[in-house]
């Protein structure tokens, strides 16, 4: 991460901030661009924000553009390069047993006056096969040495804890890492069958390297390692915010309790303010690739699948295909609402139209769009559990908008 922050145009801000509000109040007044806390209440460790708010970032992050981010992500999906193990680790700088986590972690105080961690990535294993996997989770402080965390059901963390304690056993090993390049974080952010989500980060940096913690592997440039314990032991966690932008209900979720802290001299904790722009970014930008490829099944001229900000990177999205026949829109429209059953919406563009320019897409529903043969609706629908107008059990009415031209005309062609 150190790297990649010397590369950035970075506000870093030396007046003194505290964890409770006016840190966070600074990010959103400077529209969450790349800043650094040099001068946090209460701790010596320095607070980094922004670094993938845009599309633009996370492309330069990985040394290529936005217009082949979703290309070369997927390209790791299929590809991921192990990391190559080493035998030090800048994070062993600094070790404490059963810590007080405030008195190093400048905690940020979100909705709620609740205290997260937000970029917290979790390392866990299987207890059966011992594949390991990387997941980013919200961890709410709840005071010296533990956290609640929330676990998200049906995904491997969640599976492996439950099929851990089935055993008899009161808890999972477990790392937490705070503080590493993007491409960890949006490894991390993904949800793809099997991956080993660190080799696939390794894959989009050209190779990395890893230290073995007591048999989990932690990228070598870390700045902050916990080695912690998930209980059997549950509390309620929240409210905290959804990316939509609205409040999450508050549930009865694990604690988990830091057994060793690990840190680098002078660290950097990195924090992501929830409902916001990089939030909406290591979500949504990992289900484009995943998209696009479920879609081509159906249309294999699909070119870019984007989703959109104003959807919360997750409930909406633009497809940009390549129109070969009458029913390509539609068709699509149908095979995109299957490819992620999140979505709620879906628009379907030409080559012309750019699909991450929201006033472009608008352009296209505005000329090639008539609704009462362009509008498909399926209503009853399982939809997201983030969207908050969704009936009971998530039941929402889906919809897709073919705003394609018609074939063999130049009537909605642009002409300036």
């Not at 866990?124 to 998200?152: C, Q, T, W």
């Not at 498909?376 to 559990?385: D, E, P, R």
Request: with cysteine; charged share 25%; hydrophobic share 40%.
């Amino acid at each position: 991460m150190r790297k990649f922050l010397d590369a950035l145009d970075v506000i870093k801000v030396t007046d003194e901030v505290s964890y409770k509000g006016s840190m966070t109040d600074v990010i959103v007044e400077n529209n969450e661009h790349t800043i650094l806390f040099e001068n946090v209440e209460g701790v010596d460790t320095r607070v980094v924000a922004g670094i993938v708010s845009t599309r633009e970032l996370l492309a330069t992050s990985i040394k290529t553009t936005p217009a082949e981010l979703s290309n070369r992500v997927g390209e790791a999906f299929t590809n991921p390069l192990p990391l190559t193990q080493v035998h030090d680790a800048p994070f062993l700088e600094n070790h404490i047993e059963n810590p007080d986590i405030s008195k190093y972690i400048p905690i940020p105080e979100f909705f709620g006056g609740k205290r997260y961690l937000t970029a917290s990535i979790v390392l866990s294993k299987d207890p059966v096969i011992g594949r390991r996997n990387a997941s980013i989770h919200r961890m709410m402080y709840l005071g010296e040495n533990k956290f609640a965390i929330r676990p998200i059901p049906q995904r491997d963390l969640h599976n492996f804890y439950t099929t851990t304690l089935d055993t008899g056993v009161d808890y999972m090993d477990i790392v937490v890492v705070i503080g590493v390049h993007p491409a960890f974080e949006l490894g991390a952010a993904t949800s793809y069958p099997g991956l080993d989500e660190l080799a696939f980060a390794s894959r989009l940096l050209g190779g990395s390297e890893e230290y073995v913690l007591d048999g989990f592997g932690v990228p070598q440039t870390a700045e902050i390692v916990m080695k912690c314990k998930m209980l059997r032991e549950e509390v309620e966690e929240g409210p905290f915010v959804d990316l939509t932008g609205t409040a999450d209900k508050v549930r009865m979720q694990p604690v988990v309790e830091v057994t060793d802290l690990y840190f680098r001299n002078n660290p950097i904790f990195r924090t992501i303010l929830p409902g916001r722009k990089e939030h909406k970014m290591l979500m949504g930008i990992p289900q484009e690739p995943r998209m696009k490829k479920q879609i081509s099944n159906t249309l294999p001229t699909v070119k870019q699948v984007v989703m959109t900000e104003g959807g919360g990177s997750w409930l909406h999205a633009v497809v940009q295909i390549k129109k070969r026949t009458p029913g390509d829109g539609k068709n699509t429209i149908l095979a995109a609402l299957a490819a992620h059953p999140s979505l709620k919406r879906v628009v379907v563009i030409d080559e012309d139209v750019e699909p991450s320019d929201p006033v472009d897409v608008e352009w296209a529903i505005a000329t090639r769009v008539q609704p009462d043969k362009d509008l498909v609706l399926i209503a009853g629908a399982k939809g997201s559990s983030l969207d908050p107008s969704a009936g009971e059990g998530s039941t929402t009415c889906k919809w897709g908008i073919d705003a394609t031209k018609p074939l063999n005309t130049t009537k909605f062609d642009r002409v300036i």
